[in-house]
């Protein structure tokens, strides 16, 4: 079936540098798409999110892109903190509603 | 306003067992998605309620059920556990349907 998949499992970065985490999606009729952050013991955390009639969306440090020509979706990180160590998850929808997660990448802020 | 909330927190089980787990959505929100988060398999969804009424549902057995009651609240049920089903269940709320979803804190479900 269609799935949704991060192109790195881990991603190790240095404190105050910016982070690039990707995402690929193979559902071509998907029209929403949320990123979320996970840390130990919690359950997933919103962050930001875009609808298919946006190719970017700006946040409080973090910027989502989206490219719908090649199904490619990524979430930047401005300036890395240690609290930004987690793991992160792409979900894609389309009209059925159901988030579709990919196996999220562990990103690692070094001091 | 207060965030999702699931009860149990966590809970053991043995096999054979039933077990039932509530959430709570976020005040005003009409949107219940329970999904089952293990190592192996990653999130998986189980089913949506809107409305009291299950929209969908995901390539689970039938010992997995669940409901929506008319202030929103959901339960969901596991009848005859296996040991494959211990995970992490999250339930996420939304205001509507499509709408940006919220996560509770989950309950860890360990069967022996």
């Known amino acids: 079936g269609e799935s949704v998949g991060l192109h790195l499992p881990t991603l190790s970065v240095q404190e105050g540098d910016n982070s690039i985490i990707n995402c690929a999606y193979s559902n071509s009729a998907s029209d929403y798409f949320i990123w979320y952050k996970q840390e130990s013991g919690k359950g997933p955390q919103f962050i930001i999110d875009?609808?298919?009639?946006?190719d970017k969306r700006q946040g409080q440090r973090v910027t989502v892109l989206l490219n719908k020509t090649v199904k490619h979706l990524s979430l930047q990180i401005a300036a890395t903190q240690p609290g930004d160590s987690a793991v992160y998850f792409c979900a894609e929808t389309s009209n059925d509603y159901k988030l579709s997660f990919g196996a999220g990448t562990t990103v690692t802020v070094r001091a | 306003k207060a965030g999702v909330t699931q009860t149990p927190r966590y809970l053991i089980k043995t096999r054979g067992q039933q077990v039932t787990l509530s959430c709570s959505p976020i005040?005003?929100?009409?949107?219940v998605s329970w999904y089952q988060q293990t190592p192996g398999q990653g999130l998986q969804f189980l089913f949506e309620?809107?409305?009291?009424?299950?929209?969908n549902k995901g390539n689970f057995p039938g010992r997995f059920s669940g409901r929506q009651f008319s202030n929103s609240r959901s339960e969901m049920n596991v009848s005859t556990l296996e040991l494959g089903d211990s995970a992490l269940y999250l339930c996420?709320?939304?205001?509507?349907?499509?709408?940006?979803?919220?996560f509770g804190q989950g309950t860890r479900l360990t069967v022996v």
């Open positions: 875009i609808r298919s009639n946006m």
């Open positions: 005040s005003g929100h009409r949107s």
């Open positions: 996420a709320s939304s205001l509507d349907p499509g709408q940006k979803a919220f």
């Open positions: 309620y809107f409305s009291e009424t299950q929209r």
